[in-house]
Nanobody, 121 residues
Framework: QVQLVESGGGLVQPGGSLRLSCAAS????????MGWDGQAPGKQRELVAA???????NYADSVKGRFTISRANAKNTVFLQMNSLKPEDTAVYYC???????????????WGQGTQVTVSS
């Protein structure tokens, strides 16, 4: 069974930093893409950052220049380095992965359980 498990959330003051990690485990043939979505209180879940297996990245405009996504392909792990955090970054952050289970299967999306990030003084 495939699982995505996040870690690294917490409470941080404005201007601070956090590093989120997400590890995919289970029967996995390949991971074409991984990323992070954020859901702020009372708002819809939105893309924060994404990265392909080749290293191409995509960021929400609100986090460009402050957040950096990276991945360790050999470990099926994706990271989100969050710097210069603002109160409006407060959200539950969900790891997502487009995973291919076998060489003949179609890749589909999986999500982790989410980790809370709170930016407050």
């Amino acid at each position: 069974q495939v699982q995505l498990v996040e870690s690294g959330g917490g409470l941080v003051q404005p201007g601070g930093s956090l590093r989120l990690s997400c590890a995919a485990s289970g029967r996995i043939f390949s991971i074409p893409g991984m990323g992070w979505d954020g859901q702020a209180p009372g708002k819809q879940r939105e893309l924060v950052a994404a990265i392909t297996s080749g290293g191409s990245t995509n960021y929400a405009d609100s986090v460009k220049g402050r957040f950096t996504i990276s991945r360790a392909n050999a470990k099926n792990t994706v990271f989100l380095q969050m710097n210069s955090l603002k109160p409006e970054d407060t959200a539950v952050y969900y790891c997502n992965g487009r995973l291919q289970i076998t060489p003949l299967s179609t890749a589909r999306d999986y999500w982790g359980q989410g980790t809370q990030v709170t930016v407050s003084s």
